[in-house]
Every structure is written in structure tokens, then in C-alpha cells.
């Protein structure tokens, strides 16, 4: 089983509208947890790190639910700049090995 | 506030020739993470480098080795180059005494192998 497991999607949305993403990850001793978002040809970039009460950061909300094993990220109010590939990245023992998700990709569409 | 760099950007190289990848960490950093990325995939961990010693170590054969510096900037070598081996290389820093330990990214390297 992998450590990490996204929808690859494509998602495509139109511009103003909401959408959500979800990874699950199989190590239920995991300590952080963060989205990144890479554009094409670029390195990733960190977008949020995911705490266990959930934090928010204007459009972009992200959950954390233990009991399931799977964290969220909510983009409200979608942005043609939102357009992205959105990698879900799991931290099992805080400090070393990153396990990345394959990364689900967003369109924003005029 | 200097972010994390890695030269050459882009490198083109031949079946069993030897390749090496430098990175400078994000300032005040002190530790250093390499991995590959191949197209379509994320990141896959390559290892990490503390303290000039590797401290952890993914599931890539010995032909990758890496170095860090006293200065913590690191290197990574590839030998015996397969062309499977083609994908962007990142390189990423953060401090260790970090309580959420984020990682950030320099803009990779771009290894082809012709």
C-alpha cells in the first residue's frame, strides 16, 4: 500500500467556484502534514501546513481527520492563478523523509 | 533572504557516466533533503543530510551518494547513469530544531540521459 494516495483528478472548475481534494495516508503514527502546490516545470512550493485543529489561510482551508486518516484542502473561490498541481505530503516521524502524493492537478477555467 | 539554490539547471548526460548535483540551503537551514521527480509522479526521497552525515536514506540504490558540507550545503552524485534516471532533481532545506519541520524546494535540476 502506498504511504500517500491522492485523486490525480484532472479537476476542472470554473473560475469563482469551490473545490475540494482529499489524500489518505497509511501511517497512522504520521506527525505532519502539509499541501504543496508545483507548477508546471517548477519546483513545489508549500502552501499550508495542515494542523491537527484544521487551520485557514484566506481562500484555502485544509482539515486534518486522524480517525480516518486522510487530510483535505477547500479552495474557495477559485482563482485562474489556483491552476496548479496540489501535492498531498505526509511526515511520518517529524524530521525526516517527506512521502509525497502523486499530486492532483486543478484548471481553473475563465 | 536567500532561498534554496541548486546548479546546473539543466544537465544532459550519456548511459554510465557519473553526474553531480550541488544545492545551497535556504539561509539558517541546516539540513538538506534530495529527491527525484519523475514526469507525471511526485517526489520520490532520496535522502537526507544532518550534521555532514546521511541520516536517512530512501529506497534508491547505492550509485546515489550525496555529501554535505560544513557550510550544509550538499551535493549528489549519480554513477553508472541509466536511463531511468532521467527526472528533475530537488533539492530541499529546513532546520531541524523546527517544531512542524517544513521543508522548501530549490527549482531542481533537470537531469536527461541519452
Known amino acids: 500500500r502506498k504511504e500517500v494516495e491522492q485523486d490525480p483528478g484532472p479537476f476542472n472548475v470554473p473560475e469563482g467556484a469551490t473545490v475540494a481534494f482529499n489524500c489518505t495516508y497509511s501511517n497512522s503514527a504520521s506527525q505532519s502534514f502539509f499541501w504543496y502546490r508545483q507548477d508546471c516545470r517548477k519546483e513545489p512550493k508549500l502552501l499550508m501546513s495542515?494542523?491537527?485543529s484544521g487551520n485557514e489561510d484566506g481562500r484555502f482551508t485544509a482539515q486534518l481527520n486522524r480517525a480516518s486518516q486522510y487530510i483535505s484542502l477547500l479552495i474557495r473561490d477559485s482563482k485562474l492563478s489556483d491552476s496548479a498541481t496540489y501535492l498531498c505530503?505526509?511526515?511520518?516521524?517529524?524530521?525526516?523523509?517527506?512521502?509525497f502524493g502523486t499530486g492532483t492537478s486543478l484548471t481553473v477555467i475563465p | 533572504d536567500a532561498g534554496v539554490t541548486q546548479s546546473p539547471t539543466h544537465l544532459i548526460k550519456t548511459r554510465g557516466q557519473q553526474v553531480t548535483l550541488r544545492c545551497s540551503p535556504k539561509s539558517g537551514h541546516d539540513t538538506v533533503s534530495w529527491y527525484q521527480q519523475a514526469l507525471g509522479q511526485g517526489p520520490q526521497f532520496i535522502f537526507q543530510?544532518?550534521?555532514?552525515?546521511?541520516?536517512q536514506r530512501g529506497n534508491f540504490p547505492d550509485r546515489f551518494s550525496g555529501h554535505q558540507f560544513p557550510n550544509y550545503s550538499s551535493e549528489l552524485n549519480v554513477n553508472a547513469l541509466l536511463l531511468g534516471d532521467s527526472a528533475l532533481y530537488l533539492c530541499a532545506s529546513s532546520l531541524v530544531s523546527s517544531s512542524y519541520n517544513e521543508q522548501f524546494f530549490g527549482p531542481g535540476t533537470r537531469l536527461t540521459v541519452l
Open positions: 543530510y544532518y550534521e555532514e552525515e546521511e541520516r
Open positions: 505530503v505526509v511526515n511520518p516521524n517529524a524530521g525526516n523523509q517527506f512521502y
Open positions: 495542515v494542523y491537527s
